[in-house]
């Protein structure tokens, strides 16, 4: 029975590790999750990094699940909201923003349930947090 039951285990062991291994999407990871991509996106992020270095301006990005989108930059303690949408394009790979008429893309490198990293059009990288 012990028998069995190992060589019944090994080969989907090897599915599961095969699937672990081709779901990475995004440069940055994660190889595998359960968690779906709009699951992770939907929610606040504050931006931590721009290439490397710490933000010292807020800047906060809000994804709705009903594919609204709110961006807040606070100025000298005055908050500058701007609406708009977003979708996922490229198989999941890019988000395309439409901020009040104008569209910007942001490529995806690495999306986890608490971080979002994306270069943006200059192919500069953001690290965001969830709040």
């Not at 990871?29 to 929610?43: D, E």
Request: charged share 25%; net charge neutral.
């Amino acid at each position: 029975m012990k028998n069995l039951f190992l060589k019944s285990a090994l080969p989907f062991a090897l599915i599961v590790l095969t699937l672990a291994v081709s779901c990475a999407k995004y440069e940055d990871g994660p190889s595998f999750t359960l968690a779906t991509k709009k699951a992770r996106l939907v929610g606040v992020w504050k931006a931590e990094k721009f290439d490397g270095a710490t933000v010292a301006t807020p800047l906060l990005h809000e994804f709705k699940s009903d594919g609204t989108y709110k961006r807040t930059i606070t100025i000298l303690g005055v908050d500058i909201v701007y609406d708009g949408t977003w979708e996922f394009t490229a198989d999941k790979e890019k988000l395309t923003l439409n901020i009040q008429g104008a569209y910007e893309d942001m490529i995806i490198t690495r999306l986890t349930s608490d971080e979002f990293w994306y270069k943006d059009s200059s192919g500069k990288v953001w690290e965001m947090i969830k709040q």
